[in-house]
């Protein structure tokens, strides 16, 4: 069960930094209250029980079978139920673009945190019709080694981003799971 709990930590640790990209600017305020705040305000994020929005945009997924919602997640998370990848979870997050580069950029600060890490070549991908960029990251933190698939849609200069998480030996017993996620995204 510790065991258990610490990968849980460590993917939410990892997934929160590269959403959160390390800014204390205000648009990326991820409190209660710009999460529960409604309107136009486009620098101004809102959970919903389909996906998260940003303004007049909206990003959902449709989870795969064993997988469910978080309830007390502050972003939207989808966790492993069915046992086949204990501390699997795929977060979905929206951002204001900080980098003219997103990918070498949070590839940066994931490096800084995690000197471990090893990433693949970034891929070109299409979701929802949309041009996206994905690659993986494997590292290892006090002897268990994840492995992590990141998914960006970079539009009208905000990053919507899939990030898809398990242990590296569980990896490929979810991975389909976490491409048909992935392509469930929709963008309005």
Known sequence: MKKFLVVVLILIMALCLVACGGSDDATSDT???ALTSSGD????AVDSDDGISLGKKEMSITPAAGWERME???VPQYENVDGRAPGG?????????MDDDHVAYAQDLLKNTFPSA???DTANT??????ALQYTMTYDVSGL???QKYTYIIQDSYVYSIACSALEKDFGAVSDDFDTMINSLVLK
């Open 31 to 33: 409190s209660d209250a």
């Open 41 to 44: 305000n486009s620098d101004t």
């Open 72 to 74: 007390a997640a502050v």
């Open 89 to 97: 979870m795929v977060i979905l997050t929206v951002d204001p673009q």
């Open 118 to 120: 090893t990433f693949s």
């Open 126 to 131: 299409t979701v929802d019709g949309m041009d």
């Open 145 to 147: 080694v994840l492995m």
